[in-house]
């Protein structure tokens, strides 16, 4: 804990990898935070490199790729140190024997972006861990009715992700079937935007359309039908979030994250890697209309954990005490 004794307002760092400008995760928190941060009356730094920037405390979203410069923050003793385990932190392997024994020395609080997350952390580090589940904004238009259903994968091009699935899926198992699968995503490993180009030629349902701005995304994610994400390994993944949000029913991957958020009962689960299931999911959903009400409902009973005012009071208090003055 960092105890002030001066009259200005406390100065916040929040440290990620993710380049300015770019639409990766750990951005559109760091920049979603900071804007709480200001609403508090504090100042606040987005940085991608800690060098020697006054503080009286730190968030470091991502507890392995930011681990030279918050550990070098730590040593200068400036101030609280709070490790945020966005992405694959807590299903990589997060901590190892030396990144435990940091945290129990050094860290002054952790965030973990849903409850399972927090369950598997080592019980020394459980106490000190607080739970935030990310927020989204909600698009004033109404949902659209498509005439041939819609599904949306809203995900970067990245091995971890699985982005090509849903369309082998619907390839392979339901080639007959009416449908449309809307691929947004910009490119992390390098060569899947050939392998997407490609997958336009063999599958003429499937439409890639690289990375877009944010807004558009959620417009995209707005006119769906559902959401699939089929990731084989995430942390808290905002598209999912954004979905529950916005009312869109989601198809994703049976792993520790999306259960977190979904719900263990969430009936909208399949197998990891599991095309043949993921096309059953698809075949129910589109034909069977008691299942799409049921997920409906399920994603309903969900969204007020994701409320805005939600995540900044959660974020508030968490940052109040480790610097200790009153919310």
Same mark, same amino acid.
């Given at each position: ?10 100065? =916040? ?6 380049p ?7 951005? @559109? ?7 709480f ?11 991608n490199?800690?060098? *020697?920037?006054?503080?009286? &405390?730190? @968030?470091? !979203? ?5 681990q ?6 730590a040593?200068?003793? *400036?101030?609280?140190l ?13 901590p190892?024997?030396d ?11 952790? @965030? ?8 598997? !952390? ?11 589940? *990310?927020?989204?904004?909600r ?10 259903p819609? %599904? ?5 091009l ?8 849903? &369309? ?11 449908m *449309? ?5 910009? =490119? ?15 599958e003429?349902?499937y ?30 993944p ?11 029913? =989601? ?18 689960? %399949?197998?990891?890697?599991?095309p ?9 959903? @589109? ?12 994603? &309903? ?13 959660c974020?508030?208090? !968490?940052?109040?005490? &480790? =610097?200790?003055?009153?919310?």
């Open positions: 804990m960092s105890t002030r004794t001066g009259k200005s307002s406390p100065q =916040v760092l929040l440290l990620t990898h993710a300015r400008h770019s639409r990766l995760g750990n951005r @559109i928190t760091a920049l979603r935070w900071a804007a941060i200001r609403h508090m009356g504090w100042r606040v730094r987005v940085i490199r800690y060098q *020697q920037q006054p503080a009286d &405390v730190m @968030i470091a !979203l991502n507890a392995r790729r930011n030279a410069d918050f550990r070098a923050y040593e200068n003793g *400036q101030g609280a709070i490790l945020a385990l966005t992405g694959t932190d807590s299903y990589a392997g997060w190892n024997a990144e435990q024994r940091f945290a129990e020395q050094h860290v002054d609080a952790l @965030i973990a972006l849903q409850d399972d997350m927090r369950q598997r !952390l080592p019980v020394t580090l459980r106490s000190r861990c607080t739970v935030i589940y *990310q927020s989204a904004a698009l004033d238009n109404e949902r659209a009715q498509n005439a041939t819609v %599904f949306l994968l809203s995900g970067h990245r091995a971890e992700k699985a982005p090509f699935l849903p &369309v082998q899926s619907i390839h392979e198992y339901l080639p007959t079937m009416t *449309q699968l809307m691929h947004c995503g910009g =490119v992390i490993d390098a060569g899947m935007d050939e392998q997407a180009r490609q997958w336009m030629q063999r003429t349902r439409h890639y359309l690289g990375e877009l701005p944010h807004r558009q995304a959620l417009q995209q994610l707005q006119h769906a039908d559902a959401l699939i994400n089929p990731s084989r390994i995430e942390g808290g905002a598209v999912v979030t954004e979905a529950i949000v916005a009312g869109v029913p =989601v198809l994703a991957s049976n792993i520790p994250a999306h259960r977190g958020l979904l719900g263990e009962d969430y009936l909208g689960f %399949f197998q990891v890697d599991d043949a299931e993921l096309a059953r999911r698809i075949t129910d959903f @589109i034909e069977h209309r008691d299942y799409r009400e049921r997920l409906r409902q399920q994603i &309903v009973a969900r969204e007020h954990l994701f409320q805005t005012e939600h995540e900044r009071a974020l508030q208090r !968490l940052l109040c005490s &480790v =610097v200790d003055q009153a919310p």
